[in-house]
């Protein structure tokens, strides 16, 4: 199911997102989500990545390298929280596709999560960059300490960019499964 639901998130930025667009990977982790992204943006198009984690980046880097696709994407150090600081000006407003994938990065330091009040604001934040029909796929994991309360809060700034005009979907796995979120700007 989990894999499903990641299956579903790139089938939904992939419909919206296309080459020169600018996308963001709010949360790097292991790669797949910013390569699948600056392979989709390439050659005109960029992608901003981030994760708190040295680790991860190099990891995403190394994939990007290998796939000729390095020039396509900024991965940076800090947390998706400060993506205002990040994305230049000139391009807020102008985001046509951003992911989040939740919780911990499996391989790696389970205590390194991603925390309720840093991934709303960045939510928040991102869904304000978005530019006409654009998206954003939230995935979170309700299995792990602190999992079920992220993913309730998440739900909740989802509710309010609901009222605010976004289009948000919601498709959960029974019990303690993963939840995908897709929230769109509307269309111009
Ligand atoms: N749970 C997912 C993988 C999530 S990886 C799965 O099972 O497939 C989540 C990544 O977010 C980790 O690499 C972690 O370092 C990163 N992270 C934690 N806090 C963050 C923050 N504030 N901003 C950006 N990334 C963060």
Redesign the pocket.
């Known amino acids: 199911m989990?894999r499903r639901l990641?299956d579903a998130a790139h089938a939904a930025v992939a419909d919206v997102l296309g080459t020169g667009d600018l996308a963001i990977d709010?949360?790097?982790?292991?790669g797949q989500d910013t390569l699948f992204l600056a392979r989709t943006v390439a050659p005109d198009g960029h992608v901003w990545g981030?994760?708190?984690?040295a680790a991860?980046l190099a990891l995403a880097r190394r994939r990007l390298e290998a796939a000729g696709l390095a020039g396509a994407a900024t991965l940076i150090e800090?947390?998706?929280?400060t993506v205002e600081a990040h994305v230049t000006p000139r391009d807020v407003q102008g985001i046509a596709a951003a992911m989040f994938?939740?919780?911990?990065?499996?391989g790696?330091?389970h205590a390194?999560?991603?925390?309720p009040a840093?991934?709303c604001g960045?939510l928040r934040a991102i869904a304000g960059m978005l530019r006409a029909g654009g998206i954003i796929t939230v995935?979170a994991?309700r299995g792990h300490a602190g999992g079920r309360e992220e993913a309730e809060a998440v739900g909740k700034a989802c509710e309010k960019l609901a009222v605010e005009g976004f289009a948000v979907t919601r498709e959960a796995a029974p019990n303690d499964g993963p939840v995908l979120w897709v929230v769109r700007a509307p269309a111009a």
């Open positions: 989990g990641t709010a949360t790097v982790g292991n981030f994760d708190v984690q991860a800090a947390g998706h929280e994938n939740l919780g911990y990065l499996p790696g330091d390194v999560t991603t925390q840093t991934s960045a995935m994991y």
